[in-house]
T-cell receptor, first 115, second 112 residues
């Protein structure tokens, strides 16, 4: 079974621009979660989508948004980029049933550098 | 709120040494507990998990036991290899929730 894929793997943008990252979950997984990883703040939860609906949201400004398509693929968008948005953005997929055995599987990440 | 605390790194060991990385958590109810590993330039890989008290998760020689009484999930390996060099993250997922809460990560370096 193919794993979680993320595109692109690397991005360089300048302040004020916007960016869209893409995530394709494991086949059969309906939940997609996004995390931001930085050296200073570690791994922080951005949001989670299930059946095309945002089900959970972390504590990030409205510049960070996402969506999920009917095939469970997800995109996240960051508008008006700031230097502090430079990070590794990780996508994780899971079945989404919330049971004790529920496990998230991560993609390789998209490394975003904002200049 | 829920939180995870890992031992401070970095940790440097010689090959074949015994490894322990401490992890304690704060959460209500019965969270599920995980260890993930991150190799340079890669995403997170699930190493092992445990979903109820006294469960032992194991994989690739690594083990961790869910201790409810001490709210701990320490990672152990009897004999480490150079290929185990990576960053290790302890994480919890609260009952009924989707969000993972991570510790700060522990960088492990194994010298030959």
């Amino acid at each position: 079974k193919a794993g979680v894929t993320q595109t692109p793997r690397y991005l360089i943008k300048t302040r004020g621009q916007q960016v869209t990252l893409s995530c394709s979950p494991i086949s059969g997984h309906r939940s997609v979660s996004w995390y931001q990883q930085t050296p200073g703040q570690g791994l922080q939860f951005l949001f989670e989508y299930f059946s095309e609906t945002q089900r959970n949201k972390g504590n990030f400004p409205g510049r960070f948004s996402g969506r999920q398509f009917s095939n469970s693929r997800s995109e996240m968008n960051v508008s008006t980029l700031e230097l502090g948005d430079s990070a590794l953005y990780l996508c994780a997929s899971s079945l989404g049933n919330g049971g004790a055995e529920e496990t998230q599987y991560f993609g390789p990440g998209t490394r975003l550098l904002v200049l | 709120g829920d939180s995870v605390t890992q031992m401070e790194g970095p940790v440097t060991l010689s090959e074949e040494a015994f490894l322990t990385i401490n992890c304690t958590y704060t959460a209500t109810g019965y969270p599920s507990l995980f260890w993930y590993v991150q190799y340079p330039g890669e995403g997170l890989q699930l190493l092992l998990k445990a979903t109820k008290a006294d469960d032992k998760g194991s994989n690739k020689g690594f083990e961790a036991t869910y201790r409810k009484e001490t709210t701990s999930f320490h990672l152990e390996k009897g004999s480490v290899q150079v290929s185990d060099s990576a960053v290790y993250f302890c994480a919890l997922r609260a009952q009924g929730a989707q969000k993972l809460v991570f510790g700060q990560g522990t960088r492990l370096t194994i010298n030959p």
